[in-house]
């Protein structure tokens, strides 16, 4: 390993967020340094890759007001860390894992490499617990599960921090004497946006249980890489080695895409679509690869990454490349938000993989899956209907399609539409979609065994 | 300096380049740096190797050793493979978890056969007997499933000088040989390069279906084995599904199941689920004949690379015992974009969408390992490999070049399609778009194994769904009722073949998989029906009663009848002649 106290004052070109250092030893793949300027601040830099004795240095804050004279370069010989600690909770840092909340400093009980290490997929516990989040479009339709990750697609100005902050406040209500935290990654985000989750937290006594690390959208992009990471590492730590159920939110992942696009310009290589490195996927599975559970330990890391597509466009490399590797998606509409229906969640194309082991009997109840199934089906069939009377006029559907569109728009209005602060239980959920079918004929209840139809079928 | 060591000059990711490997080819394992690390040599220029990683490479760095093996990479063969999990480069997961805990950690290693486990050979061929390549010399109980065969490695013959009943670890030795060479032993265990196919005897054409239990399949878009298809889709759509179902399901002796590039959870939900699931013809757990090849997305890249080629070298090696193996791969894209990863890394000039110029033929080599064969050894005894692929095209546009690749060298293509998802229409596989190049041979082999209804039934329902969707057009523009009344029949037709026939609920006991006789049952009384209001109808019946009447809530109940009740389907045919006459009288 290097030679830990050199210093070099070889940096011979400067690009973008990199340097080039020239004539150094020892130093290795990953490494972090420390990069002094002659005013006596410092920045932190890690090495993209080394090559003989020319190092190229990827610095954190980046290279502004850097000259090759004057800057002083030592390699550190470790990878980047976080010193973890309980104390963590309760906190605010920022990208570099420097606490901001004029609090003291934390003492840490150990030192995490942030990259981590992957799971081996043979210890990995299937996430099947059933996590009641009080939204009956998650709950009912696209369950979430404990070890799951499953992201909001959402676009510009739409209310996707108000439903993350929801689920980050209800879903905490779990079986009594579970430990819970949250951990919040704001990755390039506004400062209101940041502001509204730490309020939020702060409003509802959450940010006792939460650890908080945030980017600002002025603040140095390059720290957006190693910020989820920073966050995940700290969620590990509580959920496999403190035994805490831990709820990790990260908003936005566009910003930390683009924070990867401008490194790899930066280094010149060649790019995949629009731009994005080859490497996106691979990059993007190693933060989201890091929710789960593991056999034998009782805690658990549940992902909900919040992203914002370009024009709404789910095809744009970040919301398809993140839709390969989550378990799911849940889509926010802008129709619906302009139609006023609160959470605007597009139900049909939403979708949660892991929902079918964790509902039915002995978790949520019997007749979840058909009812799902059925809502589904009869859902879209009323927004088929709908279309085709946009083109032909209403007086062109048969009685059957009037009576799906109906359902369509009180299912929009009544399943949908919730209140920010409505937490409905299973139940509840079940109950409303009950009355909602009730509105079709009993044959066309298709996906329902009749069994559950005899016992649930609301009587009049 | 040591011809068998050279020293780390540059890193970048999971690319190192290394000097002083004089001699090393291309291909050749090595261990890089200090940490032990696995790599590959993929690139050869002058003096300077460049060695694709398969693990994590903080901490190298330039001066760091290389450490040359000599041989390829390559395969473990031999018993105790069924049953296992392994990465992308055979390393065993379950001992690495047993020995490392739970993250995998770098430069681990565990030979990929538990040399801990005692096996019981039991001779096949006499001392005196002469013996070729492939030749079977005895055969080990590997599971409740499988019975593993000791074969003559490729390339060696000669008369048996000794050979015997023994018990003992893959290392024990069972049989000496004398051959040309000399007299040498054979152990039960050999090693294969993976990106070279085993030899075979000759290739033949596939003369068999492949029964997959799922409808779909097995009734519009058959494959056989031996052969290849690709599931492609986007996100969403059911690719992870199918390729599940089929695992469980589908008639293979061996299933190797690779997981490249894909999710963690999914890999669990096979391990925690296989074990459960009886195999429907012996009633013994699916794991007993399944291999799982396990590269998650978050493993390392270039491991994800060779996954699929230590998944196929696995299982032409069962092949070569005589036994029809099916080998899943998901996702070949997350394959392709390895190789595109390491591509740029090397600085090569791309092709399509910054893929390698050399995508296409990689991807056809991988497709042409599949196939119906005679197997080496004298008995001619015959094998299949059948390769599923599936494919997750960046926006599900099928335009892209992974799909485009494939599809020039498969013969069955089950295109998903996410409108179906979204309906939650499963399997959400598209009856107007895919196809399958085996329809012809299957179609004879069912009229003449099964029933000569079958290929006209087939034909009936796809030319009834085809219309339906002339006809949809139709009503798009001028409305259902604007159909003549015959139209209006076969819509309604068609719609119970979708509904009650295409969709099949992978999640249900009883319709997850269906026995070949339950399928034409289902289709031939959806038929029997269409049959009988047509009649009616022109014998003046009204369209509102044949559209709507009782019999139909039987018939779209009639997939849950259980396979031991099928005689239901009889009974159920004749209500419906009973009730459709009395409507017309």
Partial sequence: MASISKEYRTVTQI????????????????????????????????????????????????????????????????????????????????????????????????????????????????????????????????????????????????????????????????????????????????????????????????????????????????????????????????????????????????????????????????????????????????????????????????????????????????PDLTGYITEGQIIINRGLNARGIYPPVDVLPSLSRLKDKGIGAGKTREDHADVMNQLYSAYARGKNAKELAVVLGESALSDADILFVKFADAFEDKFVRQGEDENRTIEESLSIGWDLLAMIPRNELKRIRDAFIEKYYPKK | MNENRGEVVKVSGPLVIARGLTGARMFEMVRVGEANLFGEIIEIKGNDYSIQVYEETEGIGPGQPVIRTGEPLSVELGPGLIKSIYDGVQRPLDALARDFGEYIVRGAERPALDRSKKWNFIPVAKVGDRVEQGDILGTVQESALVVHKIMMPPGKSGIIKKIETVTGNVDTEVAVIEGQEGIFGITMVQRWPVRESRPVKRKVMPTEPMITGQRVIDMLFPIAKGGTACVPGPFGSGKTVVQHQLAKWADAQIVIYVGCGERGNEMTDVLMEFPHLKDPASGEPLMERTVLVANTSNMPVAAREASVFTGIAIAEYFRDMGYSVALMADSTSRWAEAMREISGRLEEMPGEE????????????????????????????????????????????????????????????????????????????????????????????????????????????????????????????????????????????????????????????????????????????????????????????????????????????????????????????????????????
Avoid at chain 1, 67 to 88: C, I, T
Avoid at chain 1, 219 to 237: G, V
Avoid at chain 2, 547 to 576: G, P
């Fill in chain 1, 15 to 318: 690009a973008g967020p990199l340097m080039f250092v020239e004539g150094v030893e020892g130093v290795t793949y990953g490494e972090l340094a420390d990069i002094k300027l002659q005013n006596g601040s410092l920045r932190r830099g890690r090495v993209l890759e080394i090559n003989g004795d020319k190092a190229m240095v990827q610095v954190f804050e980046g290279t502004s007001g850097l000259s090759p004279q004057d800057v002083k370069v030592k390699f550190l010989a470790k990878g980047m860390e976080l010193g973890v600690s309980l104390d963590m909770l309760g906190r605010v840092f920022d990208g570099s894992g420097r606490p901001i909340d004029d609090g003291p400093s934390i003492i840490p009980e150990k030192y995490l490499n942030v990259n981590g290490n992957p799971v081996n997929p043979y210890v990995r516990d299937y996430p099947n617990e059933f996590i009641q989040t009080g939204i009956s479009t998650i709950d009912l339709l696209n369950t979430l599960v404990r070890g799951q990750k499953l992201p909001l697609f959402s676009g510009s100005g739409l209310p996707h921090s108000r439903l993350a902050a929801q689920i980050a406040r209800q879903a905490t209500v779990l079986k009594t004497g579970e430990k819970f935290a949250v951990v919040f990654a704001a990755i390039g985000i506004t400062f209101e946006e940041a502001e509204f989750f730490v309020a939020d937290f702060r409003r509802t006594g959450a940010i006792e249980r939460s650890v908080v690390f945030i980017n600002l959208a002025d603040d140095p992009p390059i720290e957006r890489i190693a910020l989820p990471r920073m966050a995940l590492t700290a969620a590990e730590y509580l959920a496999f080695e403190k035994g805490m159920h831990v709820l990790v939110i990260m908003t936005d992942l566009t910003n930390y895409c683009e924070a990867l696009r401008e490194i790899s310009a930066a280094r010149r290589e060649v790019p995949g679509r629009r731009g994005y490195p080859g490497y996106l996927y691979t990059d993007l599975a190693t933060l989201y690869e890091r929710a789960g559970r593991i056999k034998g330990k009782t805690g658990s890391i549940t992902q909900i990454p919040v992203l914002t597509m370009p024009e709404d466009d789910k095809t744009h490399p970040v």
């Fill in chain 2, 354 to 585: 910054g893929y390698p110029a050399y995508l296409g033929s990689r991807i056809a080599n991988f497709y042409e390992r599949a196939g119906s064969v005679i197997c080496l050894g004298s008995d001619d005894r015959s094998g299949a490999i059948t390769v599923i692929g599936a494919v997750s095209p960046p926006g599900g546009d099928f335009s892209e070049p992974v799909v485009q690749a494939t599809l020039r060298v498969v013969k069955v293509f089950w295109g998903l399609d996410d409108k179906l998802a979204f309906s939650r229409h499963f399997p959400a596989v598209n009856w107007l778009t895919s196809y399958s190049l085996y329809q012809d041979m299957v179609d004879e082999c069912s009229d003449c194994k099964f029933d000569a209804q079958w290929s006209i039934n087939r034909k009936r329902a796809m030319d009834i769904l085809q219309r339906e969707s002339e006809l949809e057009e139709l009503v798009r523009l001028v409305g259902i009722d604007a159909l003549p009344h015959e139209d209006r029949l076969l819509m309604q037709a068609a719609k119970m073949i979708r509904e009650d026939f295409l969709h099949q609920n992978a999640f249900d006991e009883r319709d997850a998989c269906t026995s070949l006789d339950k399928q034409f049952s289902l289709l031939k009384l959806i038929l029997h029906y269409f049959d009988k209001v047509n009649s009616s109808y022109s014998d003046g019946a009204t369209l509102e009663s044949l559209t709507s009447n009782d019999v139909l809530n039987d018939i779209a109940r009639a997939k849950l009848i259980s396979e031991e009740a099928l005689d239901q389907f009889e009974a159920l045919e004749q209500k419906i002649t009973n009730t459709i006459c009395a409507i017309t009288w």
